[in-house]
Nanobody
Framework: QVQLVESGGGLVQAGASLRLSCAASGRIFSSYAMGWFRQAPGKEREFVAA????????YYADSVKGRFTISRDNAKNTVYLQMNSLKPEDTAVYYC?????????????????WGQGTQVTVSS
């Protein structure tokens, strides 16, 4: 069993930066591909970024490419999402996801574990 707990969300102005963290319990975190998704009010959940267990393969949604950076520290059982140049359209609840298969994380299904989410609000 893996539990995921996100943190680092908040209210910021456009152009600001935030770093989200997702702390995972369990000894096998390093085996899992990890990802970030977001869901804005009234919209479907969408893929943001994903990283292979080793960190050697990374994917980004086009909407965040060049602004967001996903990384992981397997020694700390934590995955990060550095978000720069934030825009109002980045406002959403951000969720952490974990699965043994990177492709599942990118697709958003089937994903073994989801976090509870952290709110990010970007004001204009």
């Amino acid at each position: 069993q893996v539990q995921l707990v996100e943190s680092g969300g908040g209210l910021v102005q456009a152009g600001a930066s935030l770093r989200l963290s997702c702390a995972a319990s369990g000894r096998i975190f390093s085996s899992y591909a990890m990802g970030w998704f977001r869901q804005a009010p009234g919209k479907e959940r969408e893929f943001v970024a994903a990283i292979k267990w080793s960190g050697s393969i990374i994917y980004y949604a086009d909407s965040v490419k060049g602004r967001f950076t996903i990384s992981r520290d397997n020694a700390k059982n934590t995955v990060y999402l550095q978000m720069n140049s934030l825009k109002p359209e980045d406002t959403a609840v951000y969720y952490c996801a974990a699965d043994l298969v990177l492709g599942h994380v990118v697709a958003g299904t089937p994903v073994d574990y989801w976090g509870q989410g952290t709110q990010v609000t970007v004001s204009s």
